[in-house]
């Protein structure tokens, strides 16, 4: 699918479980959307979950990746247009709505409402040259690149005390890891995965991390997984001077999903919801396609 023209009611940006409700209830609005996307593909981290999202109760069984595969089923119903390949570089506000470039696209986009639903991508070590590797002996973030490890017989170390680096600490621990061990400045995980590690496996406190010998505390491992949560790619919109939290997550009205700029709206992961999952994605976006719609109908 692509834009006809150079004028819509409004452009989300990213075509994750947010964006692409907030497309599709507005084309079933009457309104006109387009969708920006800086992949070839829908889904947004559901296109790269391999596993089943049983958190997902209007979908149980599915996996990620089937999961948005419906998303885009959606987008076709809806007739919405999409622009893949098209990362955005930049948003300026104008006369009248935003100009929304991107080197992809020829001239920029216009319109009269901006939605970011750009999501997050995994926090690094914070370590030049780290940040996004995925080698077999460093891993950031939850997702496909840890499902392609071979664990079998490695030393492990997991670092972080949340439910992402608990869960696949196990993961690993199931698929034939000879040794595990979990490092934690604080221990944040659902004690259903706590209860299901050894005690003497969880070590809470500081630790240093040596990427060049591949070591922690002095201590040498094969493999390496880092999950330090999240942080929002949104960096393309620092022209809109939007309000951010300490963490650099957009700030938003939480009935509208607007936020400090007009106009522009923000939904799912990237203004860090309480309950980051699908189910809270979609309804942010039904929630800004009505506070658009809302805006579009006003009585003059």
């Not at 409004?10 to 387009?34: K, T, Y």
């Not at 010998?213 to 040498?220: D, F, K, L, Q």
């Not at 999950?227 to 509208?256: H, N």
């Amino acid at each position: 699918m692509g834009a006809d023209n150079n004028s819509h009611d409004a452009i989300i940006v990213g075509a994750g479980a947010a964006g692409v409700s907030c497309a599709v209830w507005l084309a079933r609005l009457g309104f006109q959307p387009l969708l920006v996307e800086a992949s070839g593909s829908v889904g947004g981290l559901c296109r790269r979950n391999p596993f089943k999202d049983e958190w997902n109760v209007s979908l149980p069984g599915m996996t990620g990746p089937q999961v948005a595969d419906n998303l885009a089923l959606s987008l076709e119903q809806a007739a919405v247009p999409i622009l893949f390949s098209s990362e955005v570089a930049d948003i300026q506000p104008q006369p009248g709505g935003f100009a929304v470039a991107s080197p992809a696209i020829a001239h920029p986009l216009h319109t009269r409402h901006v939605v970011l639903a750009t999501g997050v991508r995994a926090r690094g070590l914070g370590v030049p040259g780290t940040g996004g590797s995925q080698s077999g002996a460093l891993l950031i973030g939850p997702g496909a690149h840890v499902v392609a490890q071979d664990f079998r017989g490695k030393r492990v170390a997991v670092l972080g005390g949340g439910d992402n680096a608990l869960e696949n600490a196990l993961y690993a621990l199931d698929r034939g890891a000879a040794h595990v061990r979990i490092h934690a400045r604080s221990l944040r995980a659902q004690r259903q995965f706590i209860r299901r590690l050894a005690p003497q496996s969880i070590v809470q406190g500081e630790y240093v991390v040596d990427t060049d010998a591949h070591t922690v505390n002095g201590e040498p491992y094969d493999v390496i997984m880092v999950f330090y949560g999240w942080e929002p790619c949104v960096k393309f919109a620092d022209a809109l001077g939007l309000q951010r939290s300490k963490q650099g997550f957009i700030a938003t009205d939480m009935q509208t999903a607007q936020t400090s700029c007009a106009g522009v709206y923000a939904i799912g992961e990237v203004a860090q919801r309480q309950h980051p999952c699908v189910v809270t994605a979609l309804a942010d976006g039904v929630a800004a396609a009505k506070a658009i719609q809302a805006c579009i109908e006003k009585p003059a």
